[in-house]
């Protein structure tokens, strides 16, 4: 697999991208997407798709990735409609993770592949694996308490974020039966702050990442839209950084 940090040529003929959700990440990628080689032919918002009406057969004619961020709400429908027109995705909406195993017999149903993550920073899968080693650094000794904050903007609608979940459904295993707290923050125009820390009355321990703007989360969404396409099934971005 070649460097994730490298971008990509930009060149003729470019990927065709649909932009379902043009909010705060929308519009990151669609400032890159021209400099990494893609050309972006359909955006969609909540007013032109109101319950994925603007997903049809004749609007994604022609497009060969769909990079969905949207809400929760309207996530699980565009990946339906998508889907069922035989067209790949990119999922970097959260909120909706409680219905992973429904979107894979979608996936799988309509014979399309689908890259979904929580966070598609590579310094934050990068931190995950980081934080699995500090749980099983730490797990023996008992007098360091684990625990999650995380702090988002104000507009962030799902508390704690998925990364958070994430990062709690990744070393809680390591940790046994002590229970990870997490502790939620919205305000101001916060990127993006994660934090896996341990604490004791003689001193803490924290492992920290910080999103210093939305390209980082906007080159990942782009790398998994290139390495999708041709695929079949239903990858996390974990699964590809670690295939590598
Ligand atoms: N995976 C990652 O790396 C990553 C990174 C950053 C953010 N995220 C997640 O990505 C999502 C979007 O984040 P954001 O910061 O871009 O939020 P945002 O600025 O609120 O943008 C979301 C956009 O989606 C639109 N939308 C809602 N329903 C839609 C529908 N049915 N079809 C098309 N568009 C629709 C919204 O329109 P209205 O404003 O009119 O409602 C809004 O413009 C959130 O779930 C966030 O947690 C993930």
């Known amino acids: 697999m070649s460097d994730p940090t490298r971008p990509f040529a930009a060149g003729p003929g470019g ?26 032919r359909l955006t969609l918002d909540i007013d032109t798709n109101a319950g994925g009406q603007a997903i049809t057969r004749e609007s994604l004619k022609a497009i060969d990735v ?5 809400t929760p709400d309207a996530a699980v429908d ?7 027109l035989g067209v790949n995705l990119v999922v970097g909406t959260t909120g909706w993770h409680d219905r992973l ?36 650094e730490f797990a023996p000794f008992k ?13 962030k609608k799902d508390a704690p974020s998925g990364t958070a979940l994430e990062l709690k459904r990744q070393v809680q295993p390591l940790l046994g039966a002590r229970e990870i707290p997490v502790a939620s923050l919205r305000a101001g125009a916060i990127p993006g702050t994660h934090e896996f820390g341990f604490d004791s ?38 699964d590809i950084l670690e295939a590598k």
């Open 15 to 40: 990927l065709k991208l649909a932009l379902l959700g043009y909010g705060k990440m929308g519009q990151t990628i669609a400032q890159l997407a021209p400099a990494r080689g893609f050309e972006v």
């Open 66 to 70: 769909a990079v969905d961020f949207t």
């Open 78 to 84: 565009n990946i339906r409609r998508v889907a069922e």
């Open 101 to 136: 195993e429904e979107v894979r017999s979608m996936i799988e149903r309509s014979g399309v592949g689908m890259v979904y993550a929580a966070n598609f920073s590579i310094g934050v899968q990068l931190f995950y694996r980081l934080a699995r080693a500090a749980a099983k």
């Open 143 to 155: 007098m360091y308490e684990p625990y999650l904050t995380e702090a988002h903007h104000r507009a």
């Open 201 to 238: 009355e003689a001193d803490t321990v924290i492992l920290r990442h910080t999103a210093r703007s939305r390209q980082g989360f906007a080159e990942g969404a782009l790398y998994a839209a290139r390495w999708v396409v041709g695929k079949k099934g239903l990858f996390s971005f974990s």
